[in-house]
Nanobody, 124 residues
């Protein structure tokens, strides 16, 4: 089992930036895909971004393409989500997820472990 701890959330004005981090522990970080999901109040959890073990493949929700960048540092067992040009619609709790597979996925049920979430609030 792997434990995930997110950090970096907060309150930011529209157009601003935040960088989320997700630190993994309890298991070898290599050979696994990682993803970011988010859930706004009253809405279903949705896919945001994912990255394969090799970092050769990244995937994004259409509405965040060009604004968000997912990356990982295997030496630090950490995955990041750089969020630029933030919009009020990006307001949500952001969750980090770990998948016991080399290939990233957009589907939440493909992931085996989840972090506790970090709140991101974008004011207009």
């Amino acid at each position: 089992q792997v434990q995930l701890v997110e950090s970096g959330g907060g309150l930011v004005q529209a157009g601003g930036s935040l960088r989320l981090s997700c630190a993994a522990s309890g298991r070898t970080f290599r050979d696994y895909a990682m993803g970011w999901f988010r859930q706004a109040p009253g809405k279903e959890r949705e896919f945001v971004a994912a990255i394969s073990w090799s970092t050769a493949s990244t995937y994004y929700k259409d509405s965040v393409k060009g604004r968000f960048t997912i990356s990982r540092d295997n030496a630090k067992n950490t995955v990041y989500l750089q969020m630029n040009s933030l919009k009020p619609d990006d307001t949500a709790v952001y969750y980090c997820a770990w998948r016991r597979n080399l290939v990233a996925s957009r589907l939440s049920y493909d992931y085996d472990s989840w972090g506790q979430g970090t709140q991101v609030t974008v004011s207009s």
